[in-house]
């Protein structure tokens, strides 16, 4: 039996309406879209105190969220318990398990090794997107470097790379460091 909220958690509700949802959960990359939704999602739970609500309305509100195209995913799904529809923590699992399955290393790494600096795009952004990229790509020990290494491989400055290139123990902190110019 779930817990209805009281007057106080209606001020959360009138507050909570203040907060922007996430944006839909695109599937173009699933898993990646998924992995960028999760979050998202989780910081909208704790900026929206919607933890506080009783765990259908979590689900509802999840279910809400998610977009048209998720939703398509989330009315085919198979659950042991129906009730688990309404349970968010069941209804996670379940898009966790439909989104990212198991994780294929050599593609993982494929995207990540591929990945360049596009034209215009922010030093920040491409470092940021490597930092996500990496982390499904199993490097553990070996992250930095490998985000050191795709850096300077992803540089399409040749003067930018010279400059990487001739840094003695050129580190990740210090790769960042470098002056990098926007293309």
Same mark, same amino acid.
């Given at each position: 039996?779930? &817990?209805r909220?009281?007057s106080s &958690?209606?001020?959360?509700v009138?507050? =909570?309406?203040t907060?922007p949802?996430p =944006?839909?959960?695109r599937i173009?990359n699933?898993?990646?879209d998924?992995?960028?939704? %999760?979050g998202?999602?989780?910081n909208?739970v704790t900026? =929206?105190a919607?933890?506080r609500?009783y765990?259908e309305r979590?689900a *509802?509100?999840?279910?809400?969220?998610? @977009? %048209?195209? =998720?939703? #398509?995913?989330?009315?085919?799904?198979e659950f042991? #318990?129906e009730?688990?529809r309404? #349970?968010?923590? %069941?209804?996670l699992?379940?898009?966790e398990?439909h989104?990212?399955?198991?994780?294929?290393?050599?593609?993982?790494?494929?995207?990540?090794?591929r %990945?360049?600096r596009?034209p @215009?795009e922010?030093?920040?952004s491409?470092? @940021?997107?490597?930092?996500?990229?990496?982390k499904?790509?199993?490097y553990?020990a070996?992250?930095?470097?490998?985000?050191?290494?795709?850096?300077?491989?992803g &540089?399409?400055? !040749? *003067?930018t790379?010279?400059?990487?290139l001739?840094?003695r123990k050129l580190d990740?902190?210090i790769?960042? !460091?470098?002056?990098?110019?926007i293309?």
């Amino acid at each position: 039996m779930s &817990v209805r909220p009281t007057s106080s &958690v209606a001020s959360n509700v009138a507050y =909570a309406a203040t907060i922007p949802i996430p =944006a839909p959960l695109r599937i173009a990359n699933l898993a990646v879209d998924w992995k960028r939704f %999760r979050g998202q999602w989780s910081n909208y739970v704790t900026a =929206a105190a919607l933890d506080r609500e009783y765990p259908e309305r979590q689900a *509802a509100m999840f279910v809400a969220c998610i @977009g %048209r195209d =998720a939703y #398509d995913i989330y009315s085919t799904m198979e659950f042991t #318990d129906e009730a688990d529809r309404h #349970d968010p923590t %069941r209804l996670l699992e379940a898009f966790e398990k439909h989104c990212l399955g198991e994780i294929n290393e050599v593609y993982e790494r494929y995207v990540f090794n591929r %990945r360049q600096r596009e034209p @215009g795009e922010t030093f920040d952004s491409f470092v @940021g997107d490597l930092r996500r990229l990496v982390k499904s790509c199993s490097y553990e020990a070996v992250e930095e470097s490998a985000i050191r290494d795709r850096i300077m491989l992803g &540089v399409c400055d !040749d *003067a930018t790379r010279i400059k990487l290139l001739q840094t003695r123990k050129l580190d990740l902190a210090i790769a960042i !460091d470098i002056d990098l110019p926007i293309l």
